[in-house]
């Protein structure tokens, strides 16, 4: 977002006003203005008009374009207020669980570089990234923003001069350029947000087109006045769209995409009023001085809003009711006023020489940058487990019936728990864990391939969290293991509904239909399904009928019981309490949800193997567990753990006996 500047046109000073509460209400209530998240593409209309009219104006009347001049403006504009939140919210890291310390470290120095937008566009692909709130996370708005101001006057530029000496005109030649960049962002967006909506929110290239509407419209506005009548017309139906799209619009609604449309051509349209004299129009309303202080302030009011949320979220652990969201509003307009006063009104009307300023910037990206990558290198350099010589007991203490959990000894478990979230299978760093948007089969390969028994295990990211208790396995028996997985995907020949897409996982049935013909050209000994118990009761037909047609084929199909899905994460529960004992050990009876698996399962009359023993004891489910950190969220084991789960694996398997039928047969 633009900061705030004088004598702007008022409009759109009381625009940015609407903008920044939308944003505001939808963070607080969001029930009373679910879709207020749109101010964000209304300050996207916003910052394109601006910029690129000034752009554009300079250009026709020097006749050149100071781009060291420019940034100078945009860093004497912006980084000021942004440095203080960022160094506010470094400062308030110990008020967090230490497990969220680096993701938030992580978040900072993405900030500070303008590339927040794509560190979150990775999580939002990333099934591990489930339920990320991280106090920087509304900086991705001013990353799209802070590239669009990096490579807007570098590309305008060199359109301007080509046009020189031609039949068209630079204004005609430099439209049709954005016309052209917007038209194929909006295709990009309308293509990608059904596809992977979590890319399509965040990327660059599906909100180019919404700065390039803004800038369009600076270019062109002039060549035909509006009439009174039409521009009071125009105003209304404008905010009245902006109104519509924050009512209307849900978390459910498919965005940005074909939806992105409406409010963002009420912007354009509001802007385009701007001048209109009738008592009727918008102007009266969006001129009135509290909406031109909302305006003067919203750059440092979006910028302080969502860390103050954050954090009251965090030290008090309630949700924000009716009282406590109103003092949060009042904390984040008092805090955005003495950044204005102090902070970015000082640095914008300094008067820094350009040098100067791009120095001053510098220093502040460093600031950032510097110590964030350095605690990262520092807690990197720890190994994520705390494993040292083998494996530690881990699932094994289960079976002693002398083991008492309760003895545990905290400061000694593997991995620690602040570290729990890094304990993932090596699936993901190696890629082969298949993504929502492709239906290729990927498979991650532990042992021999010229094993005689060979293993698959396929599902979701329940069965991927099994795939270093089969590494482990691989290393100690002669089996090759394949593990087959796709996020958030039911192995079923039918499209369930996903509720993170917003329609028919699609992409997973046809996931479904490839890996059933990769199975019957690999033809293993066992086929393993593991799956997430979050699916609706429903899918079990669709289950049975993919299952089936394992089993017509003639392969060995088992299902693996769901493990504990508890009601809070174990890491950031034993970072806020110390009586771990009492706070972070849940209930069995709360743990277990309905398994779709077990279900599918039993229809089919395909044998089972459950591992609830290792996890729970007859009324309660450990998080420790023979020195070993078992979660790394709320339903995922750590790969520890997992890994110490390879006797009973092979137990249940009757692994030995199946090894030496294989063995037999080769002699024979």
């Given at each position: 977002m633009l900061s705030a500047r004088h004598q702007l046109v008022p409009e759109i000073q009381g625009l940015r006003a609407v903008a920044v509460l939308a944003v505001l209400v939808y963070h607080i209530w969001p029930s009373a203005l679910p879709g207020g998240y749109v101010g964000v593409d209304v300050f996207f209309v916003i910052s394109g008009y601006l910029i690129t009219g000034s752009l554009f104006k300079e250009f026709e009347g020097t006749g050149r374009i100071d781009i060291p001049a420019f940034y100078a403006r945009r860093i004497r504009r912006l980084l000021p207020a942004a440095t203080v939140v960022s160094l506010a919210v470094a400062l308030s890291i110990p008020f967090f669980a230490r497990a969220q310390w680096s993701d938030i470290t992580g978040s900072l120095v993405a900030?500070?570089?303008y590339v927040q937008n794509w560190f979150l566009a990775?999580?939002?692909v990333d099934y591990l990234a489930d339920d990320a709130r991280g106090p920087m996370n509304h900086f991705w708005s001013l990353s799209v923003e802070e590239q669009y101001y990096i490579a807007w006057p570098l590309i305008l530029l060199p359109i301007l001069y080509l046009a020189r000496g031609k039949t068209i005109s630079r204004r005609a030649a430099f439209g049709w350029f954005i016309g052209l960049i917007g038209l194929g962002s909006l295709l990009y967006s309308i293509w990608l947000t059904p596809l992977n909506p979590g890319v399509a929110y965040f990327a660059t290239t599906t909100r180019a087109w919404e700065l390039a509407l803004g800038g369009a419209l600076a270019v062109f506005q002039a060549r035909k006045p509006l009439s009174q009548p039409a521009r009071a017309a125009l105003g209304g139906a404008g905010l009245g769209a902006i109104v519509v799209a924050c009512l209307a619009y849900s978390d459910e609604t498919s965005f940005p995409g074909y939806a992105a449309i409406l409010p963002t051509f009420g912007a354009a349209a509001v802007i385009r009023s701007s001048g209109a004299l009738s008592r009727w129009s918008v102007s009266p309303v969006l001129n009135a001085r509290p909406f031109q202080y909302l305006g003067d302030i919203s750059y440092s009011l979006y910028l302080w809003h969502w860390p103050v949320i954050i954090l009251f979220g965090e030290v008090t652990g309630r949700s924000i009711g009716p009282l406590s969201g109103l003092v949060l509003l009042i904390v984040s307009v008092a805090l955005a006023h003495l950044s204005k006063v102090y902070v970015e009104d000082p640095f914008r009307t300094g008067g820094a020489s350009v040098n100067r300023s791009l120095a001053a910037g510098l220093a502040g990206i460093i600031l950032i940058v510097g110590p964030g990558v350095g605690y990262l290198a520092w807690r990197d350099s720890f190994p994520d487990t705390g494993v040292a010589g083998g494996l530690p007991r881990g699932a094994v203490a289960m079976q002693d019936p002398?083991?008492?959990?309760?003895?545990?000894?905290?400061?000694?478990?593997?991995p620690q728990p602040a570290m729990a979230r890094k304990d993932v299978p090596a699936a993901y760093a190696s890629k082969c864990h298949q993504n929502q948007s492709r239906t290729e089969v990927l498979s991650c390969d532990y042992g021999d391939p010229k094993s005689k028994l060979k293993i698959v295990m396929l599902g979701d990211s329940h069965a991927t969290h099994?795939?270093?208790?089969?590494?482990?396995m691989a290393r100690r028996q002669s089996v090759f293991f394949r593990g087959v997985a796709k996020s958030a995907c039911?192995?079923?020949?039918?499209?369930?509904?996903?509720?993170t897409l917003k329609r028919p996982y699609s992409e997973c049935a046809e996931w479904s239909k490839n890996v059933l013909a990769w199975l019957a050209r690999e033809r293993p000994d066992v086929v393993l399904i593991s799956q997430s118990p979050a699916y609706p009761a429903s899918v079990v037909e669709g289950m049975g009928n993919a299952w089936q047609r394992l089993l017509d084929i003639g392969l060995n199909v088992q299902a693996v019981a769901s493990t504990p899905w508890l009601q809070f994460e174990p890491g950031k529960c034993f970072a806020t309490n110390e009586n771990w004992q009492?706070?972070?050990?849940?209930?069995?009876a709360s743990v277990f949800r309905p398994d779709l698996t077990l279900a599918a399962a039993q229809r089919l009359k395909v044998p089972s193997l459950d591992f609830s023993e290792h996890f729970c004891r007859a009324t309660s489910c450990p998080t420790i567990i023979g020195g070993v950190f078992v979660y790394r969220d709320s339903h995922h084991m750590t790969a520890t753990f997992a890994r110490t789960l390879v006797e009973s694996m092979e137990s249940k398997l009757s692994l030995t006996s199946r090894l030496k039928a294989a063995s037999g047969a080769i002699d024979g």
């Open positions: 900030s500070a570089l990775a999580q939002a002398g083991y008492d959990w309760r003895q545990e000894d905290l400061a000694r478990a593997a099994w795939f270093p208790t089969f590494e482990e039911l192995f079923s020949l039918e499209a369930v509904y996903s509720p009492g706070a972070c050990i849940p209930d069995r």
